[in-house]
């Protein structure tokens, strides 16, 4: 900070420049200490579940389904093939994911009175999400790892976006309205990265 700089340049230089902060430091190698695989649970906090995984065996293709509230991975096991595992549990969670996303964001827009055109789901350690010009609302799914608030802010983030297609004061003072505990949940979501199972980008 050069000296004779005002704090509010500062907040303001620092609010234009925000999408390049927080991708600088997601992208930041992750500090995750990387965990056995397969892992004994996964838990998905955003929408209070967490789920034991159960290696049932069997012939074929693996494959990822809950069944009686376990995470049963059945198929062909070779511990030296862990990453057909792993491909199954992202499938799956993918599927889980876009059901409850899609009920949230819609009761999250109806609650605002936000218009969009469709959701979209990605993978990826640099955002945690995108609206569109066109209305098209991206998220990633690592957001199922955050607390539900987190999750919450997410959607009002990227909904607020429909109207505003900027980092302007006007948005965050509409971000505000529908979320006041918004910059604590911002910061939360910015640190996120470290709640993220490391099987997810092994
Ligand atoms: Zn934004």
């Known amino acids: 900070m050069p000296r004779g700089v005002s704090m509010s340049t500062v907040e303001a230089f620092i609010a234009r420049h925000r999408d390049w902060v927080s991708q600088k430091l997601a992208v930041r190698p992750a500090r ?68 409850e996303l899609e009920d949230r964001l819609r009761a999250a827009a109806s609650r605002g009175d936000f218009r969009y055109r469709s959701l979209q789901l990605r993978r990826q350690r640099t955002r945690w999400g995108s609206c569109s010009s066109r209305g098209v609302i991206s998220l990633n799914i690592c957001a199922v790892f955050q ?32 979320c006041p505990d918004w910059r604590r949940l911002d910061r939360e979501l910015t640190q996120g990265w470290k709640r993220v199972p490391s099987w997810v980008f092994a």
Do not use: I, Q
């Open 32 to 99: 995750v200490a990387v965990e056995p695989f397969p892992p004994t649970h996964v838990s998905l906090p955003a929408f209070g579940e967490t789920y034991r995984l159960h290696l049932a065996g069997g012939r074929g293709r693996l494959r990822a389904s809950v069944r009686g509230g376990v995470l049963s991975l059945r198929g062909a096991w070779d511990a030296a093939t862990p990453a057909a595992a792993r491909r199954a549990l992202l499938s799956w969670l993918t599927d889980h994911a876009r059901t």
């Open 147 to 178: 607390e539900p608030a987190v999750l919450d802010y997410l959607l009002v983030h990227e909904l607020v976006h429909t109207r505003h297609m900027n980092h302007s004061a006007a948005y965050w003072a509409a971000v505000a309205e529908h």
